[in-house]
């Protein structure tokens, strides 16, 4: 039986990452310091036995005993309120955390694949993004602890590739979304539908003409699983290209839940870039990926779990 190691294991991305290689039929190690993850996410998986949960810190020694196949970086704080509410663990995490996990995977001879993101482009004066691009940030600006270390990151798993001949893979993360999202965590998607529910004021920042783009989780999943399992070790957007401007976002959430909430605006935190959409072309031709869900059907169970957690 394969055993794999997910660092971040109980947050957003890491759990569903845990179930996707549970069903596969691997043995799945979870690791998490639970300081925004979530045991609520993985409580299903926790009687199973060929489950493991490890409460601890990877900026901090990892030991793992036995044979390790992969391993799985994901552990960081990683919408923009947490990443300014903790600034040096966000870094510690990216870099030492890194380092940690690429030690783990020369001992054990495993394969790692770490969780990049499209803020290495920064305030991308390139769109939409390719992997080409080398992106535009300000490395002393409140972004720029999450930024900076994650292109860190990026150097460092190279470099433990070309020099070691470590077996590494790189994905960059546009903004994802579905069920297990932190109600409070700050980001737009789940800031819009818990306050469009709860009949609150929407909070658009700027004049709201910025754009992004939002995938399904499950689309994020199989793009990470197929580049895991490919030989590829140069970075690769995933992401669903489907752009769209705040103030349309809200307008689709408005009437996504039938709220008669007003959109209030909110001055525009600083670096937040203006545009973002991930060229995929690469995802397509390396993993034959594309996204399956549109926005709207991703919507529909993400709703869902949004609606249980506030009315309880
Ligand atoms: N945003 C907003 N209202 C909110 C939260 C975020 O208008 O309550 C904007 C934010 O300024 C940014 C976009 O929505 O332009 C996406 O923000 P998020 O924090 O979700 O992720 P980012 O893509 O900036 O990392």
């Known amino acids: 039986m394969k055993k794999v190691l997910i660092t971040g294991g109980a947050g957003f991305l890491g759990s569903h990452l845990c179930d996707r290689f549970f069903n596969e039929g691997y043995h799945v190690i979870a690791m998490d310091n639970l300081i925004t993850g979530d045991m609520e996410n993985i409580a299903h998986l926790m009687p199973e036995k060929n489950f493991e949960f490890h409460h601890h810190d990877v900026s901090k020694f990892v030991h793992i005993p036995g044979k390790l196949d992969y391993i799985l970086h994901f552990a960081s704080p990683a919408s923009p309120i947490e990443y300014l509410?903790?600034?040096?663990?966000?870094?510690?995490?990216?870099?030492?955390?890194?380092?940690?996990c690429l030690g783990l995977a020369k001992d054990k001879g495993a394969r790692i694949l770490v969780a990049s993101t499209s803020e290495v482009y920064g305030d991308p004066l390139?769109?939409?993004?390719?992997?080409?691009?080398?992106?535009?940030?300000?490395?002393?600006?409140?972004r720029g602890v999450y930024d900076e270390a994650k292109r860190f990151q990026?150097?460092?798993?190279?470099?433990?590739?070309t020099f070691h001949g470590l077996e590494t893979r790189i994905v960059?993360?546009?903004?994802?979304?579905g069920p297990r999202m932190r109600l409070n965590d700050g980001r737009v998607l789940p800031a819009f539908i818990?306050?469009?529910?709860?009949?609150?004021?929407?909070?658009?920042?700027?004049?709201?003409?910025?754009?992004?783009?939002?995938?399904?989780?499950?689309?994020?999943?199989?793009?990470?699983y197929r580049l895991l399992m490919s030989d590829y070790p140069h970075p690769v957007n995933i992401g669903n290209p489907q752009e769209i401007t705040i103030n349309e976002f809200a307008e689709e959430i408005l009437k996504l839940t039938g709220?008669?909430?007003?959109?209030?605006?909110?001055?525009?935190?600083?670096d937040d870039p203006k545009q973002r959409k991930p060229d995929t072309t690469r995802a397509k031709e390396i993993l034959?990926?594309?996204?399956?869900?549109?926005?709207?059907?991703?919507?529909?169970?993400?709703?869902?779990?949004?609606k249980k957690k506030i009315n309880g």
Do not use: C
């Open 194 to 224: 818990s306050q469009a529910l709860r009949g609150e004021d929407l909070t658009a920042f700027g004049d709201g003409s910025q754009t992004r783009s939002f995938t399904y989780v499950d689309d994020l999943v199989e793009g990470i």
């Open 154 to 161: 990026e150097a460092l798993t190279m470099a433990y590739h």
């Open 126 to 142: 390139v769109h939409p993004q390719t992997e080409d691009y080398w992106g535009n940030v300000n490395p002393v600006g409140p």
């Open 259 to 270: 709220s008669t909430s007003k959109i209030k605006y909110f001055p525009l935190p600083t």
């Open 288 to 306: 034959n990926w594309e996204p399956k869900y549109s926005r709207a059907e991703g919507m529909k169970p993400t709703l869902e779990y949004f």
């Open 172 to 177: 960059r993360i546009f903004n994802t979304f």
């Open 85 to 100: 509410k903790m600034p040096i663990q966000t870094m510690k995490v990216g870099s030492l955390g890194t380092l940690n």
